[in-house]
Nanobody, 131 residues
Framework: EVQLQASGGGLVQAGGSVRLACKPS????????IGWFRQAPGKEREAVAS????????YYSKFVNGRFVISIDGAKETVNLQMNNLKPEDTGVYYC????????????????????????WGEGTLVTVSS
C-alpha cells in the first residue's frame, strides 16, 4: 500500500497561483503514477492531471487545461501540481492517488482520468479561490 501526503492548499485570489505537492511513500519500485483529482462543493470528483515515471524519467503526463502543469521532483520523490491563473471554479479539495502497478502505468494514457486506476489515496488539500 502506498501512503500519500498532499499539501500546498490554501486561500488564493483569482488570478493567483498555487503549487500542490503529493509525496508518496511505500512504493515497491521507482516506477509509479500519480493522479490529481479535485472535488468542488456539490460536485463529483474529477481528474485534473496525471503523471507517470518509468526508470527515472517521465513516461506520461496529462493536464486538463493549459493553466495546470504536473511534474515530478525525483530528488524529493514528490509530484507537484502547479496551478496558475486560478479561477473561482478551481475551488475544491484536491486529492492525489497513486499506483505502482506496471500494467496501470503503461496504460495510463487511457486510464489517467479514472479514479479506479489509482490504488491508494491521500487526504485532500483544500484550495479556495476568491474573486
Amino acid at each position: 500500500e502506498v501512503q500519500l501526503q498532499a499539501s500546498g492548499g490554501g486561500l488564493v485570489q483569482a488570478g493567483g497561483s498555487v503549487r500542490l505537492a503529493c509525496k508518496p511513500s511505500g512504493l515497491t519500485c521507482g516506477d509509479y503514477a500519480i493522479g490529481w483529482f479535485r472535488q468542488a462543493p456539490g460536485k463529483e470528483r474529477e481528474a485534473v492531471a496525471s503523471i507517470a515515471t518509468v526508470d527515472g524519467s517521465s513516461y506520461y503526463s496529462k493536464f486538463v487545461n493549459g493553466r495546470f502543469v504536473i511534474s515530478i521532483d525525483g530528488a524529493k520523490e514528490t509530484v507537484n501540481l502547479q496551478m496558475n491563473n486560478l479561477k473561482p471554479e478551481d475551488t475544491g479539495v484536491y486529492y492525489c492517488g497513486a499506483t505502482d502497478r506496471e500494467t496501470r502505468i503503461v496504460n495510463l494514457g487511457r486510464l489517467w482520468d479514472l479514479q479506479g486506476a489509482y490504488d491508494d489515496w491521500g487526504e485532500g488539500t483544500l484550495v479556495t479561490v476568491s474573486s
